[in-house]
């Protein structure tokens, strides 16, 4: 063999000069082919194709060109043949053998090769022997070149794959031929199964690439390699790169190619419509691109309905594919084939349940780079950003895949960190923001750096919408902190001091991702922020002229912290600072000043609770909490119910204002105008009840004193204002009239 191509193995060349000999490429060559042809084709034509194969099976018959009205002749007659009605297997050998023999120049070689238009499933024999000519060496470079592009146009109507894929070594060899190179990385590409990723042939492409550059088609090659085996290769395939194979052939070739593969569709399925069945295999690669997340598929499993069949070698193994119940995964788990492309994990719940039972290292590496390439792509890389149609879809399923494990994925993060720094607020805003929910928890001073940070940028300059889903987005987060991530990292804790050693691996068993913290760095981190809501809330109220809607948002999270040592056993010291305290005191929004009024009472309660904790730092730190609690309880007191709102001014924190300077204001009877019967959040409901208690038409709330104004508390209850009601109930003493809160209204702590 020529330098310029690899040389084979002994075994290797025994297997391929036997496939050529039992092809007829020995001695009977040049006989004719006197095989009966398909039915539907004229006596004439008939005639006319065997006598053009007999004319280059004969050895007598003249080799040159010019002037060979013969030659002409027959080969006019087989490229008319295979145009209108194409040719048979035999046909198709005989040709193959006559062109590959190098009896006749180029020219007639060449087109002997492209007049090669089956007309019916090809079979797996005339592949074997089109690779055994090209290991001969015997046609020329072009002929070969030709040979390879020809193996890549018929590839889909091949009947089988089995033995073609038993030669795949020998394939494999071929690419050290620059010129075969392209067309055999194509053939590769369309065979390789995992079981054919080697080291050794991993090491060959990438000093191949080294050699000759990273062209497309060795990148297109590798990159199906490093889908079967990530570890192996920490080369970067181009993320970009979407067509890694020029077209195989010429645009008239192409399309000879393509009506034949649709006149084989016609005759396989006569019954049914042309444009939807015979161009489905013509269009699966295309469509393949077009699907960001694959269909769950086993690595050498095809549909039966295609045009080939080929079944997995180890009859041990499960196709996923094959998998339809949760009672099949079950039975099969240990024996199940997991799919050839990880992606497929995303859309398939039975997958999900696979891998999280398994948990194979190879397989969450799998998926971790595929989804960083995969994300990066559509979405940093993506020219039409923020209306990419995939982006949503692959956002969607991996949200969904996170609330199945109930942790976020360490890669998933990463990206997210990337993204955010680069993220206008707008481009895929309710999957950004629940894929945030989901964060791990991590060291305060790393989260803020990564996460907090770049949120806190946007918070600032975006509306007050994005400011509502923001603080929404981080009360999620809290949450997921308190029910899923502190929980964990307790019974890490309990493990490693082999306290409660069963209930630890029950838990750890659900972790796939296995990332923990220490228990008091995770406190510490919820400590802070809630620290660090409670300030952007502040400046985000005052921003938007305390907007209705942002502060319902605002209140939401400081529910969740008022009952978190009652739900959760997480102590807390942290108050909500004065501004946003009072802000709702003086709101005109009767909802706000009931939320509030019913948060200061779980907080009450909360602290009550933790006194009992026997945790000296605790206790101290509480002191300073209740302090503030105090004050709060006394200025809502007095502005309430007791209508001494600027009276006791060394105890206020908000009501401190000279006396000179209410005077000057000329409103009258200042100590009052935030009593519950005069708020301006509340003067709705008293007109109200005095319309519907008064007899004269004549009235003003300041009328609501004595008896009436445990009337008109009842009234407030009645209206669905219990937070009002539960605050006066729990901090004025006022004997047997005190009524009673309406638990079915109040019990979720909103109000």
């Known amino acids: 063999m020529s330098s310029k191509y690899p040389s084979l193995r002994s075994d290797a060349v025994v297997v391929l000069a036997e496939t050529v000999q039992n092809s007829g490429a020995g001695k009977d060559l040049y006989k004719p082919n006197k095989r009966a042809r398909p039915s539907g084709t004229g006596t004439d034509s008939l005639m006319d194709l065997s006598r053009a194969i007999h004319f280059f099976n004969d050895k007598y018959s003249e080799t040159k060109v010019h002037g060979n009205l013969k030659l002409q002749m027959a080969l006019e007659n ?73 193996m890549v146009l018929v590839f889909d109507v091949v009947d089988g794959k089995d033995k073609i894929h038993s030669l795949y070594g020998v394939i494999f060899n071929l690419i050290e031929s620059d010129l075969l190179c392209p067309h055999i990385c194509h053939l590769l590409y369309l065979l390789t199964c995992k079981e054919d990723v080697m080291s050794f042939r991993v090491k060959k492409l990438l ?184 982006a949503e879809h692959l956002l969607q399923l991996l949200i969904n895949f996170t609330e199945f494990l109930q942790e976020d994925i360490p890669v998933s993060e990463s990206f997210l960190v990337k993204y955010l720094y680069v993220w206008n607020g707008l481009d895929y805003r309710p999957y950004i923001l629940q894929l945030i929910t989901r964060f791990r928890i991590h060291p305060f001073q790393k989260l803020n750096d990564l996460v907090l940070e770049p949120l806190r940028k946007l918070f600032f300059c975006s509306s007050v919408y994005f400011k509502c889903q923001l603080i929404y987005s981080l ?153 503030t609690l105090n004050q709060y309880i006394i200025d809502f007191s007095n502005a309430l119910w007791r209508n001494m709102a600027f009276v006791g001014k060394s105890k206020t924190l908000v009501f401190d204002i000279p006396m000179n300077l209410l005077q000057q204001s000329n409103v009258t009877s200042t100590n009052i105008i935030f009593s519950i019967q005069q708020h301006v959040a509340l003067s709705g409901f008293s007109y109200k009840f005095l319309k519907e208690t008064q007899a004269i038409e004549d009235f003003h709330p300041i009328q609501i004193k004595g008896n009436t104004r445990n009337e008109y508390v009842q009234f407030l209850s009645n209206e669905c204002l219990d937070g009002i009601v539960l605050f006066i109930n729990t901090f004025i003493k006022r004997g047997s009239s005190t009524v009673h809160v309406n638990s079915s209204n109040s019990k979720d702590g909103s109000g």
């Open 475 to 627: 009360t999620e987060l809290l949450r997921h902190y308190l029910e899923v991530e502190l929980p964990k990292h307790r019974v890490h804790r309990k493990e490693k001091t082999g306290d409660d050693g069963d209930a630890a691996d029950k838990t750890n068993c659900d972790l796939m991702f296995e990332e923990l913290l220490d228990p008091e760095l995770a406190v510490d981190t919820i400590q802070q922020l809630v620290s660090f809501v409670d300030k952007i809330c502040c400046v985000g109220l005052q921003q938007e002229n305390e907007n209705s809607l942002l502060f319902y948002h605002v209140l939401s999270f400081y529910d969740l912290i008022s009952v978190m040592f009652r739900n959760y056993y997480m102590p807390f010291v942290c108050v909500p600072s004065f501004g946003l305290v009072y802000k709702a005191l003086l709101s005109n929004n009767a909802v706000t000043l009931c939320r509030i009024c019913k948060i200061i009472c779980n907080y009450k309660e909360e602290y009550n609770k933790m006194k009992r904790v026997e945790d000296s730092s605790l206790k101290a730190k509480l002191k300073e909490g209740i302090k």
């Open 207 to 390: 000093n191949l690439q080294k050699r000759v550059g990273a062209h497309p088609h060795i990148s297109g090659l590798l990159s199906v390699y490093k889908l079967y085996r990530p570890s192996w290769l920490s080369v970067m395939i181009p993320s970009s790169q979407r067509f890694y194979f020029k077209k195989t052939g010429a645009r008239v070739w192409e399309g000879d190619m393509k009506n034949a593969k649709d006149r084989i569709c016609q005759s396989a399925s006569p019954a049914l419509d042309v444009n939807a069945t015979c161009t489905n295999l013509a269009q699966k690669s295309k469509r393949r691109r077009q699907e960001l997340i694959p269909r769950p598929s086993s690595s050498n499993f095809v549909e039966e309905s295609g045009l080939y069949n080929f079944i997995t070698s180890e009859s041990s193994k499960v196709p996923v594919s094959q998998i339809k119940t949760f009672h099949q995964l079950l039975i099969n788990l240990d024996r199940l084939e997991l799919p050839s492309r990880v992606g497929a994990v995303l859309q398939s719940p039975l997958l999900q349940h696979a891998i999280s039972c398994t948990r194979d290292e190879e397989i969450i590496q799998r998926l971790s780079f595929w989804l960083y390439q995969t994300l990066h792509e559509e979405l940093l890389d993506c020219d039409d950003a923020g209306n990419n149609p995939r």
């Open 78 to 150: 087989i490229q008319k043949t295979a145009k209108t009605d194409g040719l048979s297997n035999d046909d198709i050998t005989s040709i193959l053998d006559v062109a590959c023999s190098a009896r006749f120049s180029d020219a007639v070689n060449s087109k002997l090769i492209k007049s090669l238009l089956p007309n019916e499933k090809l079979s797996e024999q005339v592949i074997l022997n089109c690779i055994s000519w090209i290991c001969t060496n015997r046609p020329s470079a072009e002929i070969q070149v030709l040979l390879s592009r020809w």
